[in-house]
C-alpha cells in the first residue's frame, strides 16, 4: 500500500512544478533595489517639510509591517504595540543623556525592545486572542506609568533629546535621520520577508491553518508566537527610536498612545492583512488620507477607522487581495504554487 | 484609621469598576466576543444622558430610565448588523472591527465634544453628600448607591441567567449555537437581546461614572475599558460572582495604592492585575484555567 502511494507520489513529481510565484518575480528583487536607490537620493532633491512626512511614513510602514507579522501571520492581535514604540522612544532617550548619540542609540534601543519583549511576552501570553488585546493594552500603560515615574527622563512631561548631533547644518541632520529611516524601513521588510519564506513562515502558516494538528504534528507553537513577539517589538521598537530621533523630544503620552497600534492595524487591513504588500499599500493610504484631512483635526482617524471596519467585513483581503485576485500578481512571493503538468498553462492555486 | 477608609473606599470603587466590567463579562461569555469598544460606549452613554438632562430635565438619578433602553437597543442593532457580520468572518474580524468603532467613536467624539470633562448631576445633594462614621472614614451617598446597583446588577442577571427561562435560552445558544438553531431558535436574536442586556449595563456604568467623577472621549478607553478588564481578569473569566470580585480587589488595590504615593494609584491597580496573570491566570474564583 505504501509503496503504490509512494510511486504515486514520484509520478506525480514528475508532472508538478512548484515555484513560488505564478510569474517570474526576479524582477521584483531589481525592482525594489532600484527604489531603495531612488529613496536614498531623495534629500538631494527634497525640500526639509517632505523628508519629514517621508520618516513619517518610514515609521507607520516599519510599524505596519510588524502588525502585520503578529496578527496577519501569528493570530496575535496586539492592541498594545505602543509599549514598543515608547520603550524604544525612552531607550534612545537613557542612551542619549548618557551622551549615546542618538544615531548610534537607535539599534540598541531596538535590541533592547526585544530584550524587554521576553518577560513582557510571558506575561500575556497566559491569554488567547481578545483578552490577549486587551492585556498587551493594559501591559502598555503600566509600562508608560512606570516610565512616568523616573523625573531624571522627564517623568509625566518628557524632555528634549539633550545631546543632539552637532552636524554643520539642519539639513545635513534632516538628511542623516531620513537615512536611518529609510535603513530601518529596508531591513523590518526584508527580515520579515527572509524570515516569512523560512521555516518560521511554514510554521505559522501551519498555526494559522489549524492550530491543534500544527500543534500534534510537532510544531512548536509557543516558541513560534514568541519568536514573533520578540521581532515585532524589535520592530516597533526601532520605529519608536526613529520618532526619538526625528523629533528629537519624548512625551509619555504621544509616543505610549494607543493611536499607533490603531493606524499599524488600519494600515495593514486597508492594504491587506497577511501579505507582504499590504502593509506598502496600506500606509500609502494612510500616508495620503492622512496629508488630505489633516486640517480636519481626528477626521483622518475617522475615516481610517471607518474605511478599515468596511474593509474588514466587505474585501477581507484588503486592497492587496482585490489586486490578487484579479492580476494574480504576489511582488514578494511567500507562498507556493503548484502546476499540474510540465509547462503547465494554470497554475493551481494552494489552499488558503 | 486612614488605611481602613482606603479598604472601604476601594470596595465601594470596586462596585462602579464590577459595573464597568459586566457588560464586557457577559459579551464574551455569550457570544465570544471582547468588544474593544466597550469603553468608549459608556461614554457615549454618560454623552447620552448629558443631552437627555438638558432636553428633558429629567432629574440625573432617573435618566437612566431613557438612557439605558436607548442604549440596549444601540447594542441590539450593532450586534445583529456590524458585530453579528463580523462572527461570522473570524475572530480577528470581530477583535477589528470593535477596534475600529472603539477609534471611531473616540474620535468623533473628540470632534463633536472637544476634549471637554464633563460630569453629571453636581449639585445634587444625594450626589455630593455623605455620612461620616468616624472622624476619618467618611462615606459618599452616591459611592454606596452605585455599590448596591452593581450588586443588585450583577446579582440580578447571574439570578437571570441561571433561573429564568431566556436566561436558559442565553446558556444554551453560548453553550452550542448551532445545537440551539437546530432546536428552533434564531441564535442572531438572542445574541441580539444579550448585546441589549451588556449595553443596558454599559449605560448604567457610563452614568455612574459620569456622576461619580468627570467623563470625556478619550475616558472610554484609559480608564473604563481597562479597569473593566483589569477587573475580569482578576476575577476570572466568564464568571459575575468573580467580576464582582475583582473589580473589589482592583479598587482596593488603587486605594491603597494612592494612600501610599498619591500618584500611584493606577500603577498599583495594574500591579495587582499582572500579579493575578503570573500568579493565578485562571482568577481569583474559577478553579481551571479556561480556554
Known amino acids: 500500500m505504501s509503496s503504490v502511494s509512494e510511486t504515486t507520489v514520484r509520478s506525480e513529481k514528475k508532472d508538478l512544478r512548484v515555484t513560488r510565484s505564478r510569474r517570474n518575480v526576479a524582477w521584483t528583487g531589481v525592482g525594489a533595489l532600484v527604489i531603495v536607490a531612488v529613496f536614498a537620493y531623495f534629500p538631494y532633491i527634497c525640500g526639509s517639510g517632505t523628508l519629514a512626512l517621508m520618516v513619517q511614513g518610514f515609521i507607520v510602514l516599519t510599524l505596519a509591517s510588524m502588525w502585520n507579522l503578529l496578527a496577519g501571520y501569528a493570530g496575535l492581535v496586539s492592541v498594545g504595540q505602543q509599549a514598543f514604540v515608547g520603550l524604544g522612544a525612552y531607550f534612545v532617550l537613557l542612551l542619549n543623556i548618557h551622551y549615546v548619540s542618538m544615531f548610534t542609540a537607535l539599534p540598541i534601543a531596538a535590541i533592547g525592545c526585544g530584550v524587554a519583549a521576553v518577560p513582557l511576552w510571558w506575561l500575556v501570553s497566559r491569554l488567547r486572542s481578545g483578552y490577549f488585546a486587551i492585556a498587551t493594552w493594559v501591559l502598555a500603560t503600566t509600562v508608560m506609568l512606570i516610565i512616568e515615574k523616573f523625573p531624571s527622563l522627564g517623568g509625566g512631561t518628557g524632555m528634549s533629546l539633550p545631546h543632539t548631533p552637532n552636524l554643520s547644518s539642519t539639513a545635513l541632520l534632516e538628511a542623516d535621520t531620513y537615512w536611518i529611516g529609510l535603513a530601518v524601513t529596508v531591513v523590518a521588510l526584508g527580515t520579515v520577508y527572509v524570515l516569512l519564506r523560512g521555516r518560521l513562515g511554514l510554521t505559522l502558516t501551519a498555526i494559522r491553518d489549524d492550530e491543534v494538528a500544527a500543534r500534534s504534528s510537532g510544531v512548536r507553537v509557543g516558541i513560534s508566537r514568541m519568536l514573533v513577539f520578540v521581532i515585532a517589538g524589535i520592530g516597533c521598537g526601532a520605529a519608536g527610536a526613529l520618532l526619538a530621533v526625528s523629533q528629537p523630544f519624548v512625551q509619555p503620552g504621544p509616543v505610549f498612545s494607543v493611536q499607533w497600534t490603531a493606524v499599524m492595524a488600519f494600515a495593514v487591513v486597508i492594504g491587506g492583512i497577511g501579505t507582504i504588500e499590504g502593509p506598502l499599500l496600506g500606509t500609502a493610504v494612510y500616508m495620503v488620507l492622512q496629508q488630505e484631512l489633516q486640517s480636519y483635526n481626528v477626521w483622518y482617524l475617522i475615516v481610517l477607522g471607518l474605511v478599515a471596519m468596511i474593509v474588514v467585513l466587505v474585501a477581507r483581503r484588503g486592497l492587496w487581495g482585490l489586486a490578487d485576485d484579479y492580476l494574480h500578481v504576489r511582488l514578494f512571493p511567500v507562498g507556493y504554487w503548484l502546476w499540474p503538468g510540465p509547462g503547465g498553462s494554470r497554475g493551481v492555486a494552494p489552499p488558503r | ?291
Open chain 2, 1 to 291: 484609621m486612614a488605611w481602613v477608609n482606603a479598604i472601604i473606599q476601594g470596595v465601594l470603587t470596586g462596585g462602579l469598576y464590577a459595573l464597568f466590567a459586566c457588560g464586557l463579562s457577559l459579551m464574551f461569555g455569550v457570544m465570544k466576543v471582547v468588544n474593544l469598544a466597550h469603553g468608549d460606549l459608556a461614554v457615549v452613554g454618560g454623552y447620552v444622558a448629558l443631552g437627555v438632562i438638558a432636553v428633558t430635565h429629567v432629574p440625573v438619578l432617573l435618566s437612566f430610565l431613557i438612557v439605558v433602553p436607548a442604549m440596549a437597543l444601540l447594542g441590539y442593532l450593532l450586534q445583529r448588523t456590524v458585530i453579528q457580520a463580523a462572527l461570522n468572518r473570524s475572530v480577528l474580524t470581530t477583535l477589528l472591527v470593535t477596534f475600529g468603532l472603539s477609534v471611531v467613536i473616540e474620535n468623533a467624539l473628540l470632534q463633536w465634544k472637544h476634549a471637554d470633562s464633563h460630569s453629571l448631576g453636581t449639585g445634587n445633594a444625594i450626589i455630593t453628600g455623605s455620612f461620616q462614621i468616624s472622624s476619618q472614614i467618611q462615606i459618599g451617598y452616591l459611592p454606596l448607591l452605585i455599590f448596591a446597583v452593581a450588586v443588585v446588577v450583577l446579582l440580578g442577571l447571574q439570578y437571570f441567567l441561571s433561573l429564568s427561562k431566556y436566561g436558559r435560552l442565553i446558556r444554551a445558544v453560548a453553550d452550542d449555537r448551532e445545537a440551539a438553531q437546530l432546536s428552533g431558535v434564531d441564535y442572531r436574536h438572542v445574541f441580539g437581546i444579550a448585546a441589549a442586556i451588556a449595553f443596558g449595563t454599559v449605560a448604567l456604568a457610563g452614568i455612574a461614572y459620569g456622576m461619580y467623577s468627570q467623563f470625556a472621549p478619550t475616558t472610554g478607553t484609559d480608564t473604563i475599558l481597562l479597569f473593566a478588564f483589569a477587573a475580569v481578569v482578576i476575577g476570572g473569566l466568564g464568571s459575575l460572582w468573580g467580576t464582582l470580585l475583582g473589580g473589589v480587589v482592583l479598587g482596593v488595590a488603587q486605594q491603597i495604592g494612592a494612600q501610599i504615593n498619591n500618584s500611584d494609584q493606577l500603577l498599583a491597580g495594574y500591579v495587582v492585575f499582572l500579579a493575578v496573570l503570573v500568579l493565578r491566570p485562571q482568577g481569583l474564583t474559577t478553579r481551571r484555567a479556561q480556554s
